[in-house]
């Protein structure tokens, strides 16, 4: 029976040394199975592959450079003396044609275009100033189109490459028009109202010269006829929608009171140009739509220098404030304002502008 039990004791501790053993293995096995998960040895940063540099690229322009680009449309009175000129006819915006000299063998009422960026200026048309005591041209700049009054005829002229468009005869001589779409408004020597097509020779009369409705200064605002006038019962301006088909007034847009105030006709709206009753040499400028409240835009300073506000224009979104020198009748410098970005800037003008009739006109290129 011991031999048994000692039997069956080598047994157990066969067998429990044959667990340790096993066990043994295990924990080295598993050991040496996390040693193969090994971190990888640092190895150096690459160098990137030298790479050509890229072409230089143009600077973009600064916002305000874009103000620089249009044409200034006036009149003057040029003669003898103005030989030393170099007026150019003109094939593109960069005015880059052949340039011809003009013969000023006398005084001649000429209708000019001034690009100031290049510092040129070109020749539209002229008429010898025998037999006028006031200037028979005017030029007026709508969307983009260029109309030119000269004598008994309007010429509507592209601005961008001098093409006339169409010949307008009035048969008449004017002294201010507006247009509406591919009409011509205008009061003839009698002081009644007509309307001419660009392609028509007869123009409609609409209004007789002492017909109630048939007064005030004619402009074009937003494709409508409209007068300004002044009701002395009230003391204030009024503005006044007209029926283009019938010349009649359709009603009162908008009263301001009384002022120092001149206006202007714009694309889209009424300009109207306030000077300070404190301090003459401050100017403001605001805008008014048709039915709606004045807004006012900048506000000048202008220098001793400085004779006040010659005229204002529109043209694609820019505002155009033409500065009259001390010498009445001439301008050197423009404050263009951005109707949209708010941005103003003041360009000089390298050929001071001696001007006759209406203030310049001007239309932007950009």
Not at 54 to 82: C, K, N, R, W
Not at 150 to 159: L, T, Y
Not at 262 to 288: H, L, P, S
Request: zero cysteines; a negative charge.
């Amino acid at each position: 029976m011991q031999k048994k039990r000692n039997v069956h004791n080598k047994a157990i501790i066969f067998l429990i040394v044959v667990l340790l053993v096993l066990a043994f293995i295990l924990v080295l096995g598993g050991k040496k199975a996390a040693t193969n998960i090994a971190t990888p040895e640092p190895q150096p940063t690459p160098q990137p592959e030298p790479q050509p540099l890229p072409a230089p690229q143009p600077t973009p322009a600064a916002a305000d450079e874009t103000l620089d680009s249009f044409i200034v449309f006036y009149t003057a009175l040029l003669g003898t003396d103005a030989n030393n000129l170099s007026y150019s006819i003109y094939a593109d915006y960069n005015l880059e044609s052949k340039t011809n000299k003009v013969n000023w063998d006398d005084s001649y009422y000429a209708a000019l275009g001034y690009l100031p960026v290049s510092n040129r200026a070109y020749l539209l048309d002229r008429v010898k100033s025998e037999g006028y005591s006031n200037t028979p041209m005017q030029v007026i700049t709508r969307g983009n189109k260029l109309f030119l009054l000269n004598n008994e005829k309007i010429e509507v002229i592209d601005p961008s490459n001098g093409k006339k468009l169409y010949t307008v005869a009035t048969s008449t001589e004017i002294s201010s028009f507006a247009v509406i779409s591919n009409n011509i408004f205008y009061r003839d020597s009698a002081g009644d109202l007509l309307k001419l097509s660009f392609d028509s020779t007869q123009p409609q009369k609409l209004l007789v010269s002492d017909d109630p409705d048939n007064v005030g200064a004619l402009y074009d605002i937003q494709d409508s006829l409209v007068t300004i006038y002044y009701n002395t019962d009230k003391n204030e301006y009024e503005i006044r929608e007209h029926n283009v088909d019938t010349g009649k007034i359709i009603k009162t847009t908008n009263t301001i009171p009384a002022g120092n105030l001149k206006f202007y006709d714009g694309e889209t709206a009424f300009y109207i140009v306030a000077q300070d009753e404190t301090n003459q040499n401050r100017y403001y400028i605001y805008r008014i739509e048709l039915g709606d409240t004045a807004e006012t835009l900048i506000g000048l300073d202008l220098d001793e220098s400085e004779g006040g506000i010659l005229g204002v224009d529109e043209s694609n979104g820019k505002l155009f404030v033409t500065i009259e020198s001390k010498t009445p009748g001439t301008a050197d410098s423009v404050v263009v304002h951005d109707l949209s970005t708010k941005e103003s800037k003041e360009i000089n003008f390298d050929q001071k502008i001696s001007y006759t009739g209406n203030p310049p006109e001007y239309f932007s290129l950009n």
